[in-house]
Every structure is written in structure tokens, then in C-alpha cells.
């Protein structure tokens, strides 16, 4: 959001409503300043009710889901957020419960694509599926999944995570379920003559994760890479990312240069014509020239790609990358060119390379601001 790195960011806890600041910038606000209509539908998690991070006070018209991430565990919820308001989902008052929110938030994703189709926008679909807790709607499961039950059981409880039978199932279920949400926004795009003058980016924001339901050595979702979510090994922070536009990216064409979040604030500007002066020093690159085809962004080599989580911290500069999992943890350096799955420590024998890249990691931590989690009432984690 902020064009920054992990360890200059203003939120840095993962706990779900630590807000951003008034005078935090996102790259939500430099769109709405040149003229984009903007909207948010999905997870937000960098804002509770009441604070100064929600959507509608960092750039976003419009927003529609959870505002807390862990209520976005809750498919089944009796409330989504609609902009400051609280927005009712009558369907899962009772015991038989009907509204899957990730359904309401797409419907609510394409009325705002529909609305005023002639004019620029920026619509950032933060999408809470695939994740625990594990459920999705029962004819989803016996559609997608080869799971014919008849009547698969949804969630025990609302507020209470699903225990499903069949986690790979359920899984592969949510995947699929998210890909026709996902196939409803291009067919839209293409009615209403949108494709050729919209670019659609989809990614994910970590590797698999070990511990849940999910079952990733199942599927197998990091390969090789050695790691998972939470991670600073590739199998933690390496995803794919796939970019469409007809007319001005190349059908088939891969590229293979590190990129990360940071970079789609500067890229996002240079796209729309919207300057990110006012967003001040950023820790991004505008990777446009590379979705182009425009040609090589030579920034990308000389910068030190950063992360941190906890008192984790790792960073990749070129082929080299190095990792060190706690204050006091050995220093690793790993060469992603010759051992691409982090198997082989050589801090050893690049000693000057090393230590370099030691002393770039630590200059790029800076203490980061109070992280304030708002009160929830009813000894609940959200409002």
C-alpha cells in the first residue's frame, strides 16, 4: 500500500487492526488523485472500525468486507463492513447458514467494475479464500472437489473454525471457487470493452502455509523451495505473479526478475499518470517497463530487496540471498543462481559478500512506530 519495504512500513504486527496513520500515503490515494474512482472489496487488516487506517481515510470511495483479519477467518459471519457501517448478512443469522461472504464481496466487486464503466478506475479485489477456516459453500464441494456428500457440513460453528473431513478436498474446493470469482471479473472486463484499456495483476502475498489444514506437502504448492509462510527462505516469500492487457503485454511472455509489493506504488503511478511526490521516500521500483516490454529496469539489480517478520530478516540483492532467523541466529547466505531451494549455506566462503549484505540488512530496519491493536468489545478480536 505505502511503497515500502517490511522493515520501513508503519503497520509491522500481523495481529489484524494495528491502523495506518493519517499521514501514511497509499498508492490508493495517489490513483484517487488522478482522477481514479477507487475501491477495496475483500480483507483489509490495516485498520479496525473507528481508527485511522479504514479504507475510506487511505484512498479508497468504496469498500466492502472485513476491516479486521481475523474476522476474515469467518466465511459464515453474521456482518461484512460496507464503507463505516456495519452491513448485515441475514442468511447466516439462523442454524442453516446461506451467505459465503467471499460470494457477497465479488457481487459487490463487479457492481463497482459496472458503475460508470467509462471511467478510470482501480479496484483491489483482497480476496480471503483460500484460508482458514476451511469451508466452502456444499455444492462448491461436490462441484469441484469429487466430494458427494449430501449435505457437507459448512462450519460448526459462527464464529468457530470448520473441522472439515475432507481438508485437500475442501482446499481444492476453495481454489476453484476462487478462480470462477476471478473468471467472472475477466468475462466483465470483456463485455463491457474494458480488457484492452485495463491491466488485471494476480498474486499472492506469502508462500504456503505448513501448519493448517491445507495440506501443502499434499499439494505441493512451494515445489522444492525450502519454507513456508512466515518464512525468509524462498518457500515463504516466492510466488508467481501473472499480468494481463491485451495490446501492450505480450501473450506467453514470462519474465524472471525479482520484484515485490514495494514496487507497485511507483509502477502503479507511472501506469495512470498520477506523480507519488507526495508520497515521499519510498522504498519501491516502477517495474512498468518490464510489463511493457519497454526493457530492463536496471534499479532492480542494485537494490536489496528486504523483508522482516518478528525478529526474522532476510534479503535477496542479484543471485545472492541472505537470512537470519532471529537476533541472535547464524547468518546465512544461500546463491539462488546455483541453489535455488537455499540447501547450502555459503557465508563461509563468500565471507566479503557477506558481510555486505549484513550491513545492508541491518540499515534497512528502522524501529517501527507503536503497534497499537484498537480494543474489540465482548472480548472479541474485532469490532
Partial sequence: MTGLHAGHTPVRGNSGGIPLRDDDVTF???LQGAGYRTGLFGKWGLGEAGTTGVPNNQGFDEFFGYLHQKHAHFYYTDYLWHNDQKYPLPGNAGEKRTQYSHDVVMKKALDFIDTDPGDPFFCFLSLSIPHHEWTVPGESLREYSGTFEEDPPESQWREGYATPS??????AAMITHMDKGVGAVMALLDERGLSENTIVIFTSDNGADS??????????????????KYDMYEGGIRVPTIAHWPGRIRPGTTDDSPWYFADLMPTFAELADASDSDSGEIDGVSIAPLLTGRGDVPALKDRLMYWEAGVARGGRWNEWKIVRNGQDAPLELFNLNEDPNERNDVSSKHADIAARLEALLSQSHRPAPPQIEPDAPDGRYYR
Avoid: I, T
Avoid at 475432507?166 to 482446499?171: F, H
Avoid at 501448519?211 to 513456508?228: Q, V
Fill in 211 to 228: 501448519y493448517s489444514l491445507a495440506c501443502a506437502d499434499f499439494f505441493k504448492a512451494n515445489g522444492d523451495l525450502r519454507g513456508h
Fill in 28 to 30: 490508493a490515494e495517489l
Fill in 166 to 171: 475432507e481438508p485437500k478436498a475442501n482446499m
